[in-house]
C-alpha cells in the first residue's frame, strides 16, 4: 500500500508547525515493494480501543504475505469486531504492476466464540472461492477477472496509485463476493497529526451509495496508511492511526 479491509477521525488544523516525523523510507510511488512494520493505535466509535500491526513480508520468488492484526482491550464495546486478523498471499509477478492474491484468511476471536474463513485464488481456473465459517450463500466460486484484489491489497494499491485529484478503480474479491470499488483522492494533501507525528498526507475517500465511508490517508514516503477510517451513518467506527513504522526483513 510501497505499502491491506481494514481509519481517521477529527480533521486537525491546516498551518500547525510540523512535528518531528519518521525515518524516511522509499518513496510511496516506487515501482518495487519493500518490506515494512507499521504500528497502529486502534480506535472504535472515537474512543481508544487497541493496538494493530500491518506488515509486509516478501516470501520466495515474487510471492509476498501482507498481514493486519488488530488487538481490542477486553471488555470494551467492540472488542469482537477489533479482535481480527487478516492476511493475503499475493504475487507481483505474474501480473507486471499488478497484485495478484493467492490466499486470503480472516480470523476472528472472542470470548466465547471464534471465526475463521480462508479464501484461494485460482488463477487458472479463474475463479475464487472461500471455505470455514462463511455463509452459504458465500460458499460458491467468484469468477476472477485481471486486477482482482482482497481487501487488504486494496490499502497497498492506494499507497501505489494516490495522485491528486485522481479516481481510483478497483474490484474487490474477498470473503466471498465481488464489489466494485471507486476511491477519489483529494485535489491538495491536508495536515494529520498521530500522536506526536505529523503527516502531510492525501485523503483518499471512497465513493459509497449508502451512509457507509472509507477513508484512507496516504503521505509520500510512508509504505503504509498514515490512517484508515471506516464511518457509517452513527459517526465513526473502526479508526487506524499509524505511530511507527520501520522497514524490514
Known sequence: MNAVSLIAAL???VGLPPLPSLPPLPSAQAETLEPFVATYDAWYEGKPAGDATMRLARLDGPQWQLDLDI??????????????GQSTVFN????????RPLSQSTVRKALFFGRKITGTYDWVAGAAQWTGDVSKRRRDPVPLREGDMSALLINLAIIRDAVPGKTLQYRFVDNGRARDHV????????IIEVGELSYSA??????EDDDDETIVWVADGVPTPVRIL????DGDGVDLRLIEYQGAE
Open 183 to 190: 476511491y477519489r483522492v483529494s485535489e491538495e494533501p491536508e
Open 92 to 99: 507481483t509477478e505474474a501480473a507486471g504492476d499488478r497484485y
Open 71 to 84: 488487538h481490542g482491550r477486553r471488555g470494551l464495546v467492540g472488542f469482537a469486531r477489533l479482535n481480527i
Open 230 to 233: 471506516q464511518r457509517d451513518e
Open 11 to 13: 480533521l486537525l488544523s
Open 202 to 207: 492525501l485523503r483518499v475517500s471512497r465513493v
